[in-house]
């Protein structure tokens, strides 16, 4: 049987471990839901009255002043709530009421092939979008408007606007884009908070499945801190999985939490039949309000670079590692040569245990041993390998300066200093 090194995942930050191929595959289950054209899912009532408010943002009073006026706080929409009214309901129509004038149909035009017109363009996919500011910028998804020709908005109100891109981060699969705010009232969402996010709370997703715009469908937050494959071969952290129905056509489309906030931006589904399955990701709003301002005014967005690939470790692993049961962390398996994990001295294992980790193309993937174990990163604790990615994409850029705790041979406890790089194009492999 062959051995092979293990390709485990990479912090550049976060090696691809599931493989995307042509648009919106990845692996035969897990999609991006950018729809491609040319391929054409009982509360309990009160007792008494009950009032819900739910902040909106007020448009611009007229579209000239869109320009110049920042985005501001509308009176709050009140909901009266009868005794033995459905509150769901009324939350839902609340929410739908506040954020879909925010939430944009997206047309990706293409080339005309074998035209002669050098000017005539074909639809090759739709997304949908949210308003991110009063000068127009507009958040979707990087592969929504990939090699786009020529980009079409529709807003809810059915107007038509041209919009160009003015900025995209494959790593992060977000994307800015940009329409005349001098033609249009725009509505501006608002931002929520991750930090509030626990597992059951309620869930909707605002955008166009199947190109049917405005649709509004709810769930709950399934899970939270997933880490999903972007097509560079790295992996976005933190994500939101929900079971929301989200579809080809919501890339890009707003998550959002009872309040109406936007919580992350629907990106994926994981489905062997390219609908709903229950079971989809959003990015969340963190990494979005990172990235999107950096887009904005510099087209682009520099990740940190730690340069390292491994695994959580795991207790089973103490004996052949020569370490204890109880501690926890993240194994180091692969230093990325040339990298500033390398050239801070940080070490990889290096020698071939029977302890099998997985199957590869390449084969059986097996522990090695020598590694440093890392246990915290500037002073906060590193349970499991994700740790460090979420740190790193949360809180750092390239060039800063990352204080590493490690276990090197046994107890011996070194501090390790990195200075970030940026990351490359694609994931080393």
Same mark, same amino acid.
């Given at each position: 049987m062959r051995h092979s090194r293990v390709v485990p995942i990479l912090i550049g930050i976060l090696v691809l471990t599931l493989t995307l191929t042509g648009c919106g595959l990845i692996t035969p289950a897990v999609r991006l839901i950018g729809e491609s054209t040319t391929a054409l899912k *009982?509360?309990?009532?009160?007792?008494?009255?009950?009032?819900?408010?739910?902040?909106?943002?007020?448009?611009?009073?007229?579209?000239?002043?869109?320009?110049?006026?920042?985005?501001?706080?509308?009176?709050?929409?009140?909901?009266?709530?009868?005794?033995?009214?459905?509150?769901?309901?009324?939350?839902?129509?609340?929410?739908?009421?506040?954020?879909?004038?925010?939430?944009v149909s997206i047309v990706n035009l293409a080339a005309l092939p074998d035209s002669a017109d050098p000017g005539a363009t074909i639809p090759e996919s739709q997304g949908s979008g949210f308003v991110w500011d009063a000068e127009g910028h507009i958040v979707t998804n990087d592969h929504v408007v990939r090699d786009a020709k020529a980009i079409q908005v529709t807003f809810a109100d059915g107007v038509e606007l041209p919009a160009e891109v003015v900025g995209a981060d494959p790593d992060s699969d977000l994307a800015v884009?940009?329409?005349?705010?001098?033609?249009?009232?725009?509505?501006?969402?608002?931002?929520g908070n991750v930090d509030e996010l626990k597992v059951g709370q309620r869930a909707i997703a605002i955008g166009n499945p199947f190109g049917l715009e405005g649709t509004m469908t709810s769930g709950i937050i399934s899970a939270i801190g997933r880490s999903i494959p972007a097509l560079t071969g790295f992996n976005i952290p933190l994500a939101i999985q929900t079971d929301a129905a989200i579809n080809p056509g919501n890339s890009g489309g707003p998550l959002l939490n009872d309040r109406g906030q936007v919580i992350g931006v629907n990106a994926q589904i994981r489905s062997d039949a390219r609908a709903n399955s229950g079971v989809g990701f959003a990015i969340p709003v963190n990494i979005v309000q990172r990235v999107a301002p950096a887009l904005i005014q510099e087209g682009?967005?520099?990740?940190?670079?730690?340069?390292?690939?491994?695994?959580?470790?795991?207790?089973?692993?103490?004996?052949?590692?020569?370490?204890?049961?109880?501690?926890?962390?993240?194994?180091?398996? *692969?230093?990325?040569r040339g990298g500033p994990s390398e050239a801070a001295g940080l070490r990889a294992g290096t020698t071939e245990t029977k302890i099998l980790l997985g199957v590869s193309t390449d084969g059986l993937e097996y522990l090695r041993s020598g590694g440093d174990l890392v246990i915290s990163i500037d002073s906060k604790p590193v349970t499991t390998f994700d740790d460090l990615l979420m740190y790193l994409e949360s809180f750092k850029s390239p060039g800063d300066r990352v204080s590493l705790t490690v276990i090197r041979s046994g107890d011996e406890q070194k501090t390790i200093t990195v200075v970030l790089g940026q990351r490359p194009r694609r994931a080393p492999q």
């Amino acid at each position: 049987m062959r051995h092979s090194r293990v390709v485990p995942i990479l912090i550049g930050i976060l090696v691809l471990t599931l493989t995307l191929t042509g648009c919106g595959l990845i692996t035969p289950a897990v999609r991006l839901i950018g729809e491609s054209t040319t391929a054409l899912k *009982d509360f309990a009532t009160p007792a008494v009255t009950e009032k819900i408010v739910i902040a909106t943002r007020a448009a611009p009073a007229t579209p000239s002043e869109a320009s110049s006026q920042p985005s501001v706080e509308a009176p709050r929409i009140a909901i009266n709530i009868p005794a033995g009214s459905d509150v769901e309901s009324e939350i839902l129509k609340a929410v739908y009421e506040k954020v879909s004038p925010s939430v944009v149909s997206i047309v990706n035009l293409a080339a005309l092939p074998d035209s002669a017109d050098p000017g005539a363009t074909i639809p090759e996919s739709q997304g949908s979008g949210f308003v991110w500011d009063a000068e127009g910028h507009i958040v979707t998804n990087d592969h929504v408007v990939r090699d786009a020709k020529a980009i079409q908005v529709t807003f809810a109100d059915g107007v038509e606007l041209p919009a160009e891109v003015v900025g995209a981060d494959p790593d992060s699969d977000l994307a800015v884009i940009k329409v005349d705010p001098a033609l249009i009232k725009l509505v501006p969402v608002e931002p929520g908070n991750v930090d509030e996010l626990k597992v059951g709370q309620r869930a909707i997703a605002i955008g166009n499945p199947f190109g049917l715009e405005g649709t509004m469908t709810s769930g709950i937050i399934s899970a939270i801190g997933r880490s999903i494959p972007a097509l560079t071969g790295f992996n976005i952290p933190l994500a939101i999985q929900t079971d929301a129905a989200i579809n080809p056509g919501n890339s890009g489309g707003p998550l959002l939490n009872d309040r109406g906030q936007v919580i992350g931006v629907n990106a994926q589904i994981r489905s062997d039949a390219r609908a709903n399955s229950g079971v989809g990701f959003a990015i969340p709003v963190n990494i979005v309000q990172r990235v999107a301002p950096a887009l904005i005014q510099e087209g682009s967005y520099p990740h940190a670079y730690l340069g390292v690939s491994g695994r959580t470790y795991s207790p089973a692993w103490a004996e052949v590692l020569g370490l204890s049961r109880e501690t926890r962390g993240a194994y180091i398996i *692969d230093v990325i040569r040339g990298g500033p994990s390398e050239a801070a001295g940080l070490r990889a294992g290096t020698t071939e245990t029977k302890i099998l980790l997985g199957v590869s193309t390449d084969g059986l993937e097996y522990l090695r041993s020598g590694g440093d174990l890392v246990i915290s990163i500037d002073s906060k604790p590193v349970t499991t390998f994700d740790d460090l990615l979420m740190y790193l994409e949360s809180f750092k850029s390239p060039g800063d300066r990352v204080s590493l705790t490690v276990i090197r041979s046994g107890d011996e406890q070194k501090t390790i200093t990195v200075v970030l790089g940026q990351r490359p194009r694609r994931a080393p492999q």
